[in-house]
């Protein structure tokens, strides 16, 4: 059965930092590109990240701030944020895309076939 879980959200002050983790079960994350979606109150799904075999991504408003990793050995993907703003406050998920392992190809919702929960970041002082 595949599942994806994030954890590592919670409240941080402006500035702050934190690092949201992905658990990916039921199969390699080698296998398929991964992403981070957000969605602020009142707002559509953004996408924010993504990896691949091929390469990393990033949107323009987390450029330079935030880095996506993954370790195989845990088939886990990572989120590392650094000098959060309240702009970057809302519900962070991961989505996989088994058909595109090799590049990521852009962050359009109906591509990717595996969603996780959730979890929610505050940004605020």
């Known amino acids: 059965q595949v599942q994806l879980v994030e954890s590592g959200g919670g409240v941080v002050q402006p500035g702050g930092s934190l690092r949201l983790s992905c658990g990916v079960f039921?199969?390699?994350?080698?296998?398929?590109?991964i992403a981070w979606f957000r969605q602020a109150p009142g707002k559509d799904r953004e996408g924010v990240s993504c990896i691949s075999d091929g390469n990393t991504d990033y949107t323009d408003s987390v450029k330079g701030r935030f880095t996506i990793s993954r370790d195989h050995a845990k088939n886990t993907v990572y989120l590392q944020m650094n000098s959060l703003t309240p702009e970057d406050t809302g519900d962070y998920y991961c989505?996989?895309?088994?058909?595109?392992?090799?590049?990521?190809?852009?962050?359009?919702?109906?591509?990717?076939?595996?969603w996780g929960q959730g979890t929610q970041v505050t940004v605020s002082s």
């Open positions: 039921g199969f390699s994350i080698g296998d398929a590109s």
């Open positions: 989505a996989a895309d088994p058909a595109t392992y090799y590049y990521c190809s852009g962050y359009k919702i109906l591509e990717y076939d595996y």
